[in-house]
């Protein structure tokens, strides 16, 4: 007779209970350098969502139009005018005839440019003019009233015709023309929102201007595009105390975390110039 061999039902279990332990024993090990790779991913995914939000926001803003950067008193919304383009306009001192932008008679409505036009070029229908724009709250020298800004109805060569003609100052007040003979080329306002409710940061545009910030913007044409999601915190600054000069500084504070706060805030700060030449 030939002698049989195997295994035990006590040192199978024997064997399974030591196996557990070991493979417990080394997941114990693996957990934490495993969860900190988690993490570190987690937190680089965060960190270039931020970054791109940042340079994203900086790229337009420093495009904006001079003086034309605002803030909400929650710190939660800036807004401002994206300069397209611009040039200088034949004013009644250069003494060329007719041609020239009237800040006398508003019933002239179109107006020469001198040198190359505009590039890109001016989109009639869409884009706006705006002479000597120095802020909000500057009466006739404030875009989002309307006051130095109109729409470009028509191109014929290098003469521009505008659906109104705003610059025209009104008897017994001052004139308010550009130092440097200057005009800007604008798109309609844009607003980069920060909700906490919904944790994210929305760019909106296509809306008109209107006299106070409204937050977020309304209005048929208005458009929003996501720019970032899981927002923890943020906040809008601009230095006041250089507003309607030739320079501006706009800091911008980001915050982001996943939902349920199962990892670490990751926080981005950018301070951004702007240029306001008039």
């Known amino acids: 007779m030939r002698r049989q061999s195997g295994f035990t039902l006590i040192e199978a279990i024997v064997v399974i209970v030591i196996t557990g332990i070991l493979v417990g024993a080394i997941a114990v090990f693996l957990k934490v350098p495993v969860q900190a790779y988690v993490d570190s991913n987690n937190r680089a995914d965060l960190t270039d969502t931020a970054d ?39 004013s009644d001192e250069d003494e060329a005839g007719a041609g020239f932008l009237n800040f006398y008679d508003s019933t002239k409505t179109s ?27 500057i009466d006739r020298a404030d875009a989002y009233t309307g006051g130095n800004i109109a729409l470009v109805t028509g191109i014929s060569g290098n003469t521009v015709t505008l659906a109104s003609n705003p610059f025209a100052t009104p008897t017994g007040q001052p004139i308010l023309t550009s130092p440097g003979k200057r005009f800007h080329v604008v798109t309609t306002p844009v607003s980069y929102v920060c909700n906490l409710a919904t944790r994210t940061i929305t760019r ?10 409204v ?28 507003a309607n000069t030739r320079t501006g500084l706009l800091r911008v504070s980001i915050s982001l975390q996943r939902a349920g706060g199962a990892d670490a805030a990751v926080t981005l700060f950018h301070q951004i110039h702007v240029d306001n030449p008039i």
């Open 204 to 213: 909106y545009a296509g809306y008109a201007p209107t006299a106070a910030l």
């Open 111 to 137: 107006f020469t440019i001198l040198g190359q036009m505009p590039s890109p070029a001016i989109d009639a229908g869409a884009d706006s003019i705006v002479v000597y724009n120095l802020g909000p709250g």
């Open 215 to 242: 937050s977020p913007p309304a209005g048929t044409g208005v458009t929003g595009a996501l720019l970032a999601n899981d927002v923890s915190a943020c906040a809008f600054t601009y230095d006041s105390s250089v």
């Open 52 to 90: 791109i939000a940042l340079r994203r926001m900086a790229r337009e803003v420093r495009r904006a139009l001079p003086n034309s950067v605002r803030v909400s008193a929650d710190g939660r919304t800036v807004e401002f005018f994206p300069t397209k383009s611009g040039g200088r306009y034949l």
